[in-house]
């Protein structure tokens, strides 16, 4: 007769966590809609019949993990779910996450990894994850890129405030004059940018290391602002540049991992309908 009663218990038990993932798929398709979404919206995006999006609806807002605009009818996350999130967010350390995905990232695609973080000398390196292949780079942890002529520093010319990285881009334009080196004008660089903010990827090839070539790109936090960015280096003849080769792939869907885990809602993704 205990086991039975432990079965009865476990019986129970199913309807509640069948419910638990049922309210979560709601959350997470309001989350991926924008933060607010009408119940039309909500039924079709979990696939669920609009009746039972409704009941669940009127239980989550009773617990303040949703609240209902009466005026334009649609529901949003509630107070609840945004103190629940922020202390999930307070506990991450957006380095540290990027920081552990760079060997499973080197093993995937065996080239070397390099993670980069914007501090007060500019763009820093503070990882890398050398693979088997013999590449010679002379960037250690602790190295400053260029924003002009590097793969990754492209990403935070992309991405950070202008404000931020004008002075850098001006003294980076005076070396390359005082060394008579060819620089681009204002005009081509703010059509390189673009293009890497559309893609969410920067390629270079061999500019600032000869026979290499380098693509990068950026891991955004919940606020949507710029964490770091992750780099990848191989030689020129074996790495495949092209945005949807599988170098380019496996980079964009570490980044978008790592984001979507620091609480970055990505809007291009197709949430915000």
Known sequence: MDDGAIEDDDKSERPGI????????????????????RLSALAQATGLHRGKVHRYLV??????LVVQDDKAGSYAIGPLAVTVGLVGLRRLDPVRLAYDALPGLRDRLNETVVLAIWGDMGATVIALEESAQAVTLNVRVGS???????????????????????????????????????????????????????RRLSRIEGTLLPGLNALAVPVFDYRGKLSSVIGLVG??????????????????????????????????????G
């Not at 990754?152 to 881009?169: E, K, S, Y």
């Open 18 to 37: 069948q419910s638990a993932e049922v309210a979560a798929a709601i959350l997470r398709a309001l989350a991926e809609g924008g933060g607010a979404m």
């Open 59 to 64: 239980s989550l807002a009773r617990t303040g």
């Open 144 to 198: 400053t890129l260029p924003l002009l002529t590097s793969a990754m520093g492209r990403v935070f010319a992309a991405f950070l405030p202008a404000a931020v990285t004008a002075p850098f881009l001006a003294a980076e334009r005076e070396k390359a004059k005082a060394a008579q080196r060819a620089v681009p004008d204002a005009a081509s660089d703010a059509r390189l940018l673009d293009e890497i903010r559309v």
């Open 235 to 272: 030689h020129r003849d074996m790495i495949d540049m092209t945005e949807e080769g599988a170098v380019a792939t496996e980079l964009k869907a570490t980044a978008a991992a790592l984001s979507a885990r620091l609480g970055y809602v990505d809007a291009k993704a197709g949430g915000a």
